[in-house]
């Protein structure tokens, strides 16, 4: 079975003709004026054929697709058209798009050759770019003001989400304050479903990494306590920074990486589905029966899982010490009081609440802020994570300036 080529398939092929000038003298002198004529349809005359003894002959298909296949044909087509003396033979084109036709005549200079030879149905192309006016491409401009309008505008974008970001939280405050005045309008089931989904549910992921979390942190310090003899302050470490920092620190970044986005997600699917336009025709509150409900679930359920994630990497770091540094579990449990002080915990349970108000906001800010399409939606969902997880570890370390004289041993 043979391959045949079809004309869109021919490739595009450029030629040099020495001579030419000579055949369309002598296709004058015979009288055949029509097989060598110029631009304009008139007879070349013989001194001006005599002259030229180069012609550009162009066969094959000259497409987009050719061209990009073959793109050293454009430089060669600007080096011939900067000879004006040049002569062109397009008869033997099998295929000129529009494009292939607006490149020969901008490397033309916008004009057609004095000297050209083409068929009809292509020389009509060329007319269609003749009567149009071809826009110039403005080269980019880098300037200082670029740089100042960019950085104007990205201040201008933060200060406007803050400014969202205030007013949803004095909104929240008024709902609150409502609700104390009408307490049979809390809206109990909501919250109920948010702690299930975005405590209860996470229970494993969280214990899983405290766990792990704990394995490495007791290990890594055996390695050095070793060195100095002091195996037995493997205790205080462990409990100082698991229960004051990297429990409530972990928990809310799992819950910001894994309930802010489902949040943020949620309200965003509410969008393109019209159902934020049909709770507000049905007069039904947004903050009251979207936000609140997920402010007060995290708020209350993340100071538990980070009990439960620093319960965990203790485990874990309890695990890791007896087999390190052969410290009993009895040993462990009798000594974490008295290493670590009670208001440790409530410093814990005071950020993890904080972070969970936080997350709940953040996560529901950026969910009214998705547009009505996919891509604001997965754009949205991707800030809403990033900015949750910002904003806890910046919460944490006002915390830890605030608190630097509390707690300590």
Excluded at 56 to 81: D, F, T, Y
Excluded at 219 to 239: N, P, R, T, V
Excluded at 240 to 265: D, W
Excluded at 356 to 385: D, Q
Aim: aromatic content about 8%; glycine content about 8%.
């Amino acid at each position: 079975m043979t391959d045949t080529l079809t004309d869109q398939d021919i490739p595009p092929t450029l030629e040099v003709v020495e001579d030419s000038g000579q055949q369309c003298l002598q296709d004058v002198g015979k009288g055949r004026e029509h097989d060598c004529k110029d631009a304009g349809g008139r007879a070349m005359h013989g001194a001006i054929a005599e002259e030229r003894k180069l012609c550009v002959k162009l066969s094959g298909s000259w497409n987009l697709r050719s061209l990009v296949i073959a793109p050293e044909l454009r430089q060669k087509i600007s080096s011939h058209a900067a000879n004006k003396n040049m002569q062109w033979d397009l008869n033997s084109i099998n295929v000129l798009d529009s494009a292939s036709a607006l490149i020969l005549w901008k490397a033309w200079g916008r004009k057609l050759p004095v000297a050209l030879q083409l068929r009809p149905e292509h020389q009509r192309l060329f007319e269609r770019w003749q009567a149009q006016k071809i826009p110039e491409s403005e080269p980019a401009r880098y300037s200082s003001s670029l740089i100042i309008k960019y950085i104007y505008q990205t201040l201008a974008n933060f200060w406007g989400q803050l400014l969202e970001f205030v007013t949803l939280l004095g909104q929240l405050v008024l709902d609150i304050g409502y609700l104390l005045l009408h307490p049979n309008e809390i809206p109990w089931s909501e919250i109920s479903i948010t702690i299930y989904e975005s405590g209860v549910r996470a229970l494993g992921i969280t214990a899983l990494v405290g766990f792990l979390i704990g394995i490495v942190l007791s290990y890594l310090s055996a390695l050095q306590l070793k060195i100095f003899g002091a195996e037995i302050y493997i205790i205080d470490i462990l409990g100082l920074s698991v229960i004051r920092e990297l429990g409530p620190l972990l928990a809310a970044i799992l819950v910001a990486g894994r309930s802010g986005s489902s949040m943020t997600a949620q309200i965003g699917i509410m969008r393109v589905t019209e159902e934020l336009d049909a709770l507000s025709a049905m007069g039904i509150s947004h903050s009251l029966r979207l936000i609140l409900p997920k402010v007060m679930a995290l708020t209350i359920v993340l100071p538990l899982i980070g009990v439960w994630t620093s319960s965990l990497a203790l485990m874990g770091g309890m695990v890791s010490a007896q087999n390190t540094l052969d410290i009993s579990y009895q040993q462990f449990f009798l000594r974490l009081p008295d290493a670590v002080p009670l208001v440790n915990l409530f410093i814990g349970l005071l950020k993890s609440a904080v972070f969970g108000l936080m997350i709940a906001l953040i996560a529901c800010h950026f969910g009214f802020r998705i547009k009505p399409n996919t891509e604001s939606l997965g754009s949205e969902t991707t800030n809403s994570v990033v900015a949750a997880i910002t904003v806890v570890i910046m919460v944490d370390a006002v915390f830890a300036i605030l608190f630097m004289h509390v707690g300590m041993p």
